[in-house]
Structures are given as structure tokens and as C-alpha cells.
């Protein structure tokens, strides 16, 4: 059941697309509201609740004891008191006595108390007045999840290529260097189906150009790449950099298509191409111009793309002094480290003729750059394209995935990893992933494998890794034989996960869970956090310490234990219980459930090569169905499954 309450004026999100009968404030359950600026959504929580979701917010699977803020920000220290990352996900779930989630679709800010006094109470303020706000009453936690997602519309869906392995690292700056990085994958057998190119491909950070010395030919170049089994996915930045004889800058400029200042003048900012000025992602006419800009890309036989800087960041701008060094007056009680007052100083034309500062409308434009890119792309091309963007607002996954920005290589951003991915599917991000191996800092050996061989079960598998730091792709370490097994263990495992991932998102359902919503009368199951559900049938255990030479994994019912390593597959049936596993660090262990079976297929080095229907069948199950489709084509739909039974033991 759900229902919605309308506060003031609320300005369009997009967030939400089904119908939902709107009640009259008297009836709200479950909160108490107080009026005030800001007003507060309070409701009390009993000891053993669970608060989950908030998709890419710090800290654990359970949100309890910690205080949360959806404000967008470019802040590449994932601390663990860190209040807010990239994204605004507002939705939580309260698994208690009466299970039910809450949805705060306002693009101002919120913050989330989630019992971080420890009082037992759970408290939602938000800044602007006008919203809606959401109530789904479920069976269960996982029930509350699903038919939130059932009023959002369906995910993204990425093409098969998007399920590959991708290689990327900020400062691959020519022809050159993208070929090597291919070449090595090739010669050491490392799998491997897209390079990603940084912002160093384009003719001085420019969005819509290319270096054409450093890329001499873009359009060939990626046709001789495709033929190997390889796409080139071009990172784009929201800021169109101020060059009059840009056509794009002034066409923008002419049409009105840019934010405007105090004075209403365009606004400028300072972002890696210099100074520029930013779309009006939240106009529609905005959007379907910058969406048309991709036709650049999509003329040169590109298909995915990376948008970045889109929260938006600023480096500095016309109104702030020059650096990022921490600027008290133009900060934010909430995070004095931080220049929110630049947002006050643009505004938004929207379509219902209101004029908005862009804080009060934040969290929408990332989120909006998305929907751009998304509708331009589909316009542009008769197939399905990867988009995954770094900022982003509950919507925008109907359009793009995402990806968790700048992380760093240590094992706490390892453990993020794995919270994220189940709070990010509940909001609607089925499409996501980390910068594997760690953004930032220097990645050992064991701790790019150890995040390998969890990145092979998220959808979104791209190592990426700052400029100046280790290098970080997988032929560059000791025994590059061990990193081909793990890699090869995702390409194997690609006909369960692609045709898990189609099913959950065209049901509108999360494909990767916490524990507990597939066990949730198990009272152990709901406190772990570390264990993961990933499609219908698959449990995972990740090691995420660093020399641990194996864990201690919870089976909340008996499973199929299987282990993967250059041998390949190998199954053995585990009690109910917990049981400890050893995992060195080239083979990876995985579970089944009781009565499943899964599709695995041979090696690969790309996904060019695979052949979806050529499975084997893993698991103690008698039948499994399994969607397969050409990997590109946009009518996709469940009819396109398959079922596959075991054949009788002779
Ligand atoms: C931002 C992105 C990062 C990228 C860098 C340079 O920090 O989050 O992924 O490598 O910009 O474009």
C-alpha cells in the first residue's frame, strides 16, 4: 500500500512515475510532523528495528546510529563520518513491528537523524517546504523495497558489453596508452571489454571535442577497437567550458540555456577546463540539447559514457575566491568544510516558470544530467547504451547507472563497497559499482583481488584509479595468471548475473539484497552485514580484511558451496550454520541456494565471445530460467527466458 502527502508547492522531480493516491495530511502514519523551517518527519524506533536504504550514504547496511545528509558533493575523502557523497537517495525502510518505507522527494536538502543520539528515535528534516513524501506499508522489509519500486519505473538497462570487465585510470592520454592497456589484457589473458578514456582524450577538457593529436582518428580508432572486442567509453563533465567560437558554448549562450547569476548573466565556475558555465539540466528544452551533443560521440561508433562533475563540483567561481581551501563564509553549519553558499549563487529557469536558486533545487541536477544523456542517447541509437554518472537523484536510475566516486584503495572502502550495493538496488540503482581497487592511494596485490573477486558479482566492474597513483591494472602486478581467474570467474558467471540483472529489473525488483530480505525470519541473518544475496540464487561471502586468509560465512539454510579456481568450478554440499572458509586469494567461494540451479558458461575474453545459451547448470535445483537476449536489442522483455532443467543422473 502506499500513499502520498503533498507539502506546499513541490517542484517536479521525475522521481516517481505511477499514480499514487494523495492523502490528506491528518492521515500520515507512522511520523509526526513539525512545522518549522526546517519541518520534521520524527517516528520512534524500538531496539530491534532496522533502518535501511539511502542508497550512497557511509557507514553500514543498517543506517541506526548515525546522522545523514542528502546534499550532492565532490568530496573525495570517503570518511566514515562523512554525512553525504554524490547522490540524494531518500528513501529508507523501517523493518519493525509494522514494516514500512518513507520517501522524501524534495531536490533541497534533508537530513537523515537516524537514531544517532540513541534515544530511539528516528527524525527527517527537511529544508524547503515543499514536498512530497511517500508512504509504502509492506509485508516485510524486502515486500516495502519492491513496491517502492514499483512507482519509480524500471531501471536502466545496460547492454551486455556493460556486464564486461572495464579497465580506466585517469591519465591514459593517447591512442598510445589505451592500446597498450588493451594489448596487456589481450597477452595475459585478462578478460576485458571496455576502456574508459579520462577527461585527457578531450582538446583542453572541452566536453564534445576530442585531442585530435592525441586521437587522430577517434571514429576508426573505435572500430578497430570493436573488432577486437573492445568499446572506448569517454568520460563527460556537466561544465561547457566559456570559448566563444565553441559551437556548443554559443549555442548555449544564445538560446538561454545556461544558469544564470545574481545578475542574470550566465554564472561562472571554475571546473578542469577552465571556467565555465553550467546547462539548465532541470529545463526540458535544456535536455534535449544537450542530449543531441552525444551525436559527437555516437558519430565516432561510441556507446557508453561516463558523466562526471555533475553534483556540480566547483573549483572556484566568480563569486568565491580562487581554490578549494575551506572558506567559513561561504560554508554550511552542517559541513563548515564545505562551499555550499556557491549554490545560492546560480539559478534554475524551470518549466513552470519558477526561478530557483540551485540550492534549493540541488540534488536534481546531476540526476538531470543524467536524463539528458539517457533520452539523447536512446534518440541517437538504435540499441542499448552504458551510461553511469557520478551524482545522481532517485530517477535518474531510469536512465543511467552509477558509480560511487572517488574512493580510495583500502579495505574500509573495500567494506563500503559491499553496503552500498544493497542500499543503492532499494532506491532503484540496479547499475552501480565501485572504482574496484580504490580511487585513490595505492593498491596492493591482495587488495585489488580481494575486490575483484566482489566487483564480479556487481554490475558496474571497472578498476579506475587516480592520476599519480600505483598503477593499478591487473597485468601490473606479480602473477597477472591469478588476476585472469578471478576476472574469468565474472565472464563465467555472466550468463547467471546478465540474465539476473534483466529479470530483476524488468520486475522492477533489486537484484542484489541484504541477507535478510531473503531470510527474514532469521534472526541472524537480519545482523549481517557482510553477506550478500546477488540474483535469485546466489549468496556471497566477500573477504574484505586485509591477510585473512579466509571468514566465517552464516548459511541460514542449507547450500551448494562453490568454489572457483583455475581449475574452475567445484561444488560441494554445506550444512545450515556457520562454517569457516578458506579463500586464497586466486580462487573465490560462493553459495547456491537450497533447490537453485544457475547457468554458468565457458571462458571469455570479452563478451563478444560468449555464448549465453551454452551453459552448464550448478546447484542442487531441478530447473532455472534464464534470460537471453542479443545483449543490445532495447525490446526486451520476460519472454525471453528460457527454462533449463537438469538432465537425470544416469
Ligand atoms: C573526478 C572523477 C574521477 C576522474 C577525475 C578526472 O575526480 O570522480 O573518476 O578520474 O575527476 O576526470
Redesign the pocket.
Known amino acids: 500500500m502506499i500513499s502520498q502527502f503533498v507539502y506546499g508547492h513541490p517542484v517536479e522531480t521525475y522521481a516517481v512515475v505511477e499514480d499514487v493516491p494523495v492523502l490528506g495530511h491528518e492521515q500520515l502514519r507512522h511520523f509526526t510532523r513539525k512545522k518549522g523551517s526546517p519541518q520534521a518527519f520524527s517516528c520512534p524506533l524500538r531496539e530491534e528495528d532496522i533502518v535501511y536504504g539511502l542508497g550512497e550514504t557511509m557507514r553500514g547496511i543498517n543506517k541506526r546510529g548515525y546522522r545523514y545528509i542528502s546534499f550532492n558533493y565532490?568530496d573525495?575523502i570517503h570518511r566514515d563520518d562523512m554525512p553525504s557523497m554524490y547522490g540524494a537517495h531518500n528513501f529508507l525502510v523501517v523493518d519493525g513491528a509494522e514494516p514500512f518505507g518513507a520517501f522524501f522527494d524534495t531536490p533541497a536538502k534533508v537530513v537523515f537523524d537516524v537514531d544517532s543520539k540513541g534515544d530511539g528515535v528516528l527524525t527527517v528534516f527537511c529544508e524547503s517546504q515543499d514536498l512530497r513524501l511517500y508512504l509504502v506499508e509492506g509485508k516485510t522489509a524486502y515486500d516495502t523495497a519492491r513496491q517502492f519500486l514499483g512507482i519509480i519505473g524500471r531501471s536502466f538497462l545496460p547492454p551486455l558489453w556493460a556486464f564486461g570487465y572495464g579497465q580506466?585510470?585517469?591519465g591514459y592520454k593517447t591512442e598510445r596508452d589505451v592500446s597498450r592497456v588493451a594489448d596487456k589484457h589481450r597477452e595475459a589473458g585478462i578478460p576485458l571489454d571496455y576502456i574508459c578514456m579520462?577527461?585527457d582524450y578531450m582538446d583542453r577538457y572541452i566536453d564534445f571535442t576530442v585531442n585530435e593529436r592525441r586521437f587522430p582518428d577517434l571514429a576508426g580508432y573505435a572500430a578497430r577497437m570493436k573488432e577486437r572486442g573492445l568499446r572506448l567509453v569517454p568520460?563527460v563533465?556537466a561544465g561547457i567550458k566559456i570559448e566563444p567560437g565553441n559551437p556548443v558554448y554559443d549555442e548555449g549562450v544564445q538560446k538561454g540555456y545556461f544558469c544564470l547569476n545574481h545578475e542574470g548573466t550566465c554564472y561562472r565556475a571554475e571546473v578542469?577546463p577552465g571556467m565555465t558555465h553550467f546547462p539548465d539540466f532541470l529545463r526540458e528544452e535544456v535536455r534535449q540539447w544537450f542530449g543531441d551533443q552525444y551525436k559527437f560521440y555516437t558519430d565516432r561508433g561510441l556507446e557508453g559514457f561516463?558523466n562526471?562533475?555533475n553534483e556540480p563540483?566547483i573549483f572556484s567561481s566568480e563569486y568565491r575566491t580562487q581554490g578549494t581551501e575551506p572558506d567559513l563564509d561561504h560554508g554550511d553549519p552542517d559541513q563548515p568544510e564545505r562551499h555550499t553558499a556557491d549554490f545560492k549563487d546560480f539559478f534554475h529557469r524551470l518549466d513552470d516558470g519558477r526561478e530557483k536558486s540551485n540550492y534549493e533545487v540541488h540534488n536534481l541536477f546531476g540526476g538531470m544530467m543524467t536524463r539528458a544523456s539517457g533520452q539523447g542517447l536512446d534518440r541517437l541509437l538504435d540499441k542499448r547504451y552504458l551510461l553511469f554518472s557520478?551524482s545522481s537523484y532517485i530517477g535518474a536510475h531510469r536512465f543511467g547507472g552509477i558509480?560511487t566516486?572517488?574512493n580510495a584503495s583500502t579495505w574500509e572502502m573495500l567494506r563500503q563497497n559491499v553496503y552500498h550495493m544493497p542500499s543503492l538496488n532499494m532506491c532503484g540503482f540496479l547499475y552501480s559499482g565501485a572504482?574496484t581497487g580504490g580511487?585513490g592511494g595505492n593498491a596492493t596485490r591482495e587488495l585489488l583481488l580481494r575486490w575483484l573477486a566482489f566487483s564480479a558479482f556487481t554490475p558496474l566492474m571497472r578498476n579506475?584509479t587516480?592520476?599519480h597513483t600505483r598503477h593499478q591494472e591487473c597485468y601490473r602486478f606479480r602473477n597477472p595468471e591469478d588476476f585472469k581467474t578471478i576476472v574469468s570467474l565474472r565472464y563465467r558467471l555472466l550468463p547467471y548475473l546478465y540474465s539476473e540483472f534483466m529479470k530483476a529489473a524488468l520486475r522492477q525488483d533489486m537484484f542484489i539484497r541484504p541477507l535478510a530480505f531473503d531470510f527474514p525470519e532469521d534472526r541472524k541473518a537480519r545482523d549481517i552485514e557482510d553477506q550478500l544475496m546477488v540474483g535469485e540464487s546466489v549468496m556471497i561471502a566477500p573477504i574484505v580484511e586485509q591477510g585473512a586468509k579466509g571468514r566465517i560465512v552464516y548459511l541460514p539454510e542449507p547450500m551448494t558451496e562453490v568454489r572457483y579456481s583455475r581449475e574452475g568450478f567445484s561444488c560441494t554440499e554445506a550444512d545450515a550454520g556457520e562454517r569457516t572458509v578458506m579463500v586464497p586469494l586466486n580462487q573465490a567461494v560462493f553459495y547456491i541456494r537450497r533447490g537453485k540451479l544457475i547457468p554458468v558458461g565457458g571462458a571469455a575474453s570479452c563478451t563478444a565471445e560468449l555464448d549465453l545459451s551454452d551453459v552448464e547448470l550448478l546447484g542442487s535445483g531441478d530447473a532455472c530460467e534464464q534470460y537471453i537476449d542479443d545483449g543490445f536489442t532495447k525490446d526486451c522483455s520476460l519472454d525471453r527466458c528460457v527454462v533449463h532443467r537438469k538432465k537425470a543422473e544416469a
Request: overall charge negative.
Open positions: 565532490d573525495p580506466s585510470r585517469w579520462d577527461i568520460i563533465d578542469w561516463w562526471d562533475m563540483a557520478r558509480w566516486g572517488d572504482d580511487f579506475h587516480c592520476i
